[in-house]
């Protein structure tokens, strides 16, 4: 079974433009997360969602930042007008419903804003 | 709002020796991961603690969660070079169901020769 995946690897933008961030979860995991990392720190919660479903978006930038989970096709990340301290790597992960464990992170996306 | 605190941040040490990693967090929790990452890649899931007193081991590394003292512990035995790499513990802040986590900044570990 595939893994949960991420593209773009690695994203470069100039400050104003627009990053689409995609994640495609483990087959049969209904619920992704997607987590910021920056440099030497740990990764920082940003929004939870299920299918069609913003659960939680507590630790989502209030401007700039969205985030979807269609009913069919990947969830995306998509920061507007993105600027310097956007850059990071973005992590998606993804659970099972309704089961208490761990989580399964895809290798991120490295987002350099220039 | 709910901190995780590790120490150290950075671990140098040598081959064969053993060490500790400590996890602290802030209010209370019943769920405690550990995740390693190598540089420039994801995470990768080591433990999952779900219970006061909860033991876990592989390999070389033993995890431990000790909910009334909100302490974590992970234990490196006889460390080897291949351990090298950036630990994470997490701590579940969401509601049943979901994995809200709250990481620690990370304990970059360098086993030396």
């Known amino acids: 079974n595939a893994g949960v995946m991420q593209n773009p690897r690695h994203l470069v933008r100039r400050r104003g433009q627009e990053a689409r961030l995609r994640c495609s979860p483990v087959k049969g995991h209904s619920h992704v997360y997607w987590y910021r990392q920056l440099p030497e720190e740990g990764l920082k919660f940003m929004v939870y969602?299920?299918?069609?479903?913003?659960?939680?978006e507590s630790g989502m930038p209030k401007e700039r930042f969205s985030a979807e989970f269609p009913k069919e096709g990947p969830s995306i990340l998509r920061i507007q007008q993105v600027v310097r301290g956007d850059s990071a790597a973005y992590f998606c992960?993804?659970?099972?419903?309704?089961?208490?464990?761990?989580?399964?992170f895809g290798e991120g996306s490295r987002l350099t804003v220039l | 709002e709910l901190k995780v605190e590790q120490n150290p941040l950075f671990l140098s040490m040598q081959e064969g020796k053993n060490y500790t990693i400590y996890c602290n967090y802030s209010?209370?929790?019943?769920?405690l991961y550990w995740y390693r990452q190598d540089p420039g890649k994801s995470l990768e899931s080591l433990f999952v603690?779900?219970?006061?007193?909860a033991v876990k081991q592989e390999g070389r590394l033993m995890a431990s969660l000790d909910t009334k003292a909100r302490l974590s512990t992970l234990h490196i035995t006889a460390a080897v070079h291949d351990l090298s790499a950036t630990y994470f513990c997490?701590?579940?802040?969401?509601?049943?169901?979901?994995?809200?986590?709250?990481f620690g900044k990370g304990t970059k570990l360098t086993v030396n020769p």
């Open positions: 603690l779900l219970s006061n007193g």
């Open positions: 992960a993804s659970s099972r419903q309704g089961m208490t464990g761990e989580l399964f």
């Open positions: 969602l299920q299918k069609e479903n913003i659960i939680d």
């Open positions: 209010t209370t929790s019943d769920r």
């Open positions: 997490a701590v579940d802040k969401g509601q049943g169901g979901s994995e809200k986590l709250v």
